[in-house]
């Protein structure tokens, strides 16, 4: 009896690790990932908080399901700027970005869904923390139903468009 109760416990113990490991592949990640993320980083060093306006856009490969490309686009005032390339990777659900002047950041703690991207990193001595959401995908939440209507453009209100090359020697 005392041999079965064991054998039962460690299979409990088996069933518990299981429900703690993330239900999420590297592959989802990198897909939910994909696209342009807008919002704001809040950046603390010991002078305090600053904030900067942030445009950060993903593209994957076309061979590869967990890696890519993209620009990081620090906005600090109406002319103030500063655009950055870098590739990236999933690898067990930290995002890797490698920025081209061989920069590093790694980012473990993290809430990613289809349209929110929050979460903190660490930029040298300095915690980062951002608030994005993606800009390049709309989800119903997005409008304001109440009250107001919005709708999209349908067939009707597009412009007409000729079917046909405009190059000037094509009649």
Do not use: Q
């Amino acid at each position: 009896m005392k041999k079965l109760y064991t054998t039962l416990m460690m299979a409990m113990m088996g069933l518990m690790t299981l429900s703690f490991t993330s239900c999420e592949t590297d592959e989802e990640i990198a897909c939910d990932l994909e696209g342009t993320w807008v919002g704001n980083m809040s950046i603390a060093d010991n002078f305090g908080e600053s904030y900067v306006e942030s445009e950060i856009t993903f593209l994957r490969y076309p061979s590869s399901y967990t890696e890519g490309n993209g620009l990081w686009a620090d906005y600090y005032g109406p002319n103030d700027y500063e655009v950055y390339r870098f590739t990236w990777y999933v690898e067990y659900g930290t995002v890797y970005i490698l920025f081209e002047d061989n920069a590093r950041v790694e980012i473990r703690n993290y809430s990613l869904t289809s349209n929110r991207f929050r979460g903190r990193f660490w930029d040298g001595d300095k915690e980062v923390s951002f608030e994005l959401h993606n800009s390049t995908r709309r989800s119903a939440d997005y409008y304001n139903w109440g009250g107001t209507h919005y709708h999209t453009r349908g067939m009707i209100d597009a412009p007409a468009v000729e079917a046909r090359p405009t190059h000037p020697r094509i009649k």
